[in-house]
C-alpha cells in the first residue's frame, strides 16, 4: 500500500510550502524543473491542456500557462502545496486556467480528464507502487509526457536513505524510492509512449516522451 494522503500533508506541511513558494518567486524553478520545462517547450505548446501530478506550489503550471498552455489541472497529495499553488496563481491572474485537485492522483485517476501534456516532476520517486503511478498518469498524456525521477547512483541510494532514516525519526510514513529508470522507461512505453529526450543531472534524470 502506497503512503496514505495523511503522511504527504505531514511531509509537505505549510512551513515547507511557504518555503518553497518564497524560493520560487525569488529564483524561479528548480534546475532540473527548468531543465523539463525547456525540453517541453521546444515541442511547442500553444493551446495545450497540462495534466500536473504532484505539483507541489505550482511551478510548471505557472510557467507553461505563460508559454500559451490554454488551462492546466494541477493534481497534489498536499493541501499546504495546493493552497500555494492557488495563492501564486492568483497573484499571477490565471485562476481561471487551473482546476486544483487535492489526493492520490492514482485513486482519483477514472475522475481526471486526459491532457495534451502530462507531467510529473520528482513525484514517481514518492510513491511505492510505481508501475501503477506511470500506469495511471501516463495514460492520461494525448502527446507529451515529461518526467523527472531519481539517476541510479550509489550517492542518489545513499541520499534517500537518509531521507527515509529522517522520516522514520519523525514517526512519519513518508518514504523515498529509487525506482530502475529502465523499468520506468519500460513501464512508460507500455503506455504507447516513446522517449525522446533524456538529459541527466547530478541527481535527476529529466525525460521527455512523446505519443
Known sequence: MNCCTHCYDQQFDDV????????????GPAAATRTLLDALRSFGLADA????IGGGIGAIHHELLAAGVHSAVHADA????IAAAKEESTRRGHTNRVTFVHGDFVALAPTIPPATVVTLDRVICCYADMEAMVAASASHAQRLYG?????????????????NAFSRLRRSAFRV?????????????????TRRVCLDTFIWRVAVYER
Open 49 to 52: 491542456t497540462l495534466l500536473d
Open 177 to 193: 524510492y529509487l525506482h530502475p529508470p529502465a523499468a520506468i522507461d519500460a513501464a512508460i512505453a507500455r503506455q504507447g509512449l
Open 147 to 163: 518526467a523527472v525521477y531519481p539517476r541510479e547512483r550509489w550517492y542518489v541510494r545513499l541520499a534517500l536513505r537518509g531521507v
Open 78 to 81: 498536499s493541501a499546504a502545496y
Open 16 to 27: 515547507q510550502a511557504r518555503r518553497d513558494l518564497k524560493r520560487f518567486r525569488k529564483r
